[in-house]
């Protein structure tokens, strides 16, 4: 997933269910601007991200920790539906401006596999390791391009996330987290 707080871009890498979708509505419901949510689009020649306007796919947990007036907000607009406990909500739900400027990330978070425990934090690591994982999260093992291809689109990508700071999310609580990360994003 991709957010824009404060002008700056944030990749929010991670497997099924490591909580993408849930931060993300949760910074678009504070006023954030997005690329999206499981798919981004990522430019080789220009090295930067780009928005794949689609609906967020949101569970009903996801929902209960949405601020009232968003949750409604969700729930009631056009185009949302509801399939096997699953909301697909258009980013158009949480204000007509959710659309962020394309980009390269300033930072990377890298969300862990469920179940979260413990308190939440935001843990500095290695530039090296968050790429690795961008790289790997986006390009697949041996799916996709093809290995020439994927190799040239694994330089865009390390190029483009060259100056990114990289975190390591840890602890439960997705609100926590979207909190953590708007700090950061304060921060510098």
């Known amino acids: 997933a991709g957010i ?3 002008g700056k871009l944030f990749l929010l890498v991670g497997g099924s269910g490591s909580g993408k979708s849930t931060i ?3 910074l678009l419901a504070m006023g954030c601007a997005a690329l999206g949510d499981d798919v981004l689009r990522f430019a ?3 090295r930067v991200f ?3 306007p689609r609906s967020l796919k949101l569970d009903s947990n996801t929902l209960t920790i949405l601020p009232l007036d968003a949750r409604k907000k969700a729930t009631d607009s056009v185009g949302t539906v509801l399939a096997s406990d699953v909301w697909y909500v258009s980013p158009l739900a949480f204000g007509p401006s959710w659309l962020a400027e394309p980009g390269r990330p300033w930072a990377v978070v890298v969300l862990g596999e469920p179940p979260h425990r413990g308190e939440p934090a935001l843990v500095r690591f290695g530039e090296g390791q ?3 994982r961008v790289v790997q999260g986006l390009l697949g093992g041996e799916r996709g391009l093809g290995a020439g291809r ?3 689109a694994g330089l865009a990508l390390l190029e483009a996330g060259r100056d990114a700071r990289a975190f390591q999310a840890v602890g439960e609580g997705a609100v926590a987290l979207a909190g953590l990360i708007q700090e950061e994003a304060a921060r510098t």
């Open 24 to 26: 993300t509505a949760l």
């Open 50 to 52: 780009g928005a794949v």
């Open 150 to 152: 994927r190799a040239e």
């Open 4 to 6: 824009s707080l404060s």
């Open 44 to 46: 080789p020649a220009e």
């Open 130 to 132: 968050a790429a690795v």
